[in-house]
């Protein structure tokens, strides 16, 4: 059995909470968390507690924000070929353009 953890707010967190995603699912979920800043599981409390989650700008969330930026930009020359658009590119467009909105109205973000 795993050990108990206090979160930030000294509160025991002994209760474990399972379920399944597809790998599409999955892959935006983690797309989602990287450029949150947070870890996975503080992440997903914020959601499904729909708490607001608020960016730090820090070194990791900037660079995962360059790379989402990057597959972004891969994404668009594959449509420029001439190739079908996925549907869950402008859902990641827009969640970057959200966090980069969030971030610059902070006086420690960009």
């Not at 947070?38 to 730090?56: E, P, S």
Request: proline share 2%; aromatic share 4%.
């Amino acid at each position: 059995m795993s050990a108990k953890n206090l979160d930030r707010h000294n509160r025991w967190r002994s209760k474990t909470i399972a379920f399944r995603m597809s790998p599409q699912e999955a892959d935006i979920l983690d797309s989602n968390v990287r450029i949150s800043g947070l870890t996975k599981q503080d992440y997903l409390c914020a959601r499904a507690l729909q708490q607001q989650i608020t960016v730090v700008g820090n070194p990791r969330v900037y660079k995962a924000l360059r790379n989402e930026l990057a597959a972004v930009l891969d994404e668009l020359k594959r449509i420029e070929a001439g190739n079908a658009v996925h549907d869950n590119l402008l859902d990641r467009i827009d969640q970057i353009n959200t966090t980069l909105y969030g971030m610059k109205g902070r006086k420690d973000g960009i």
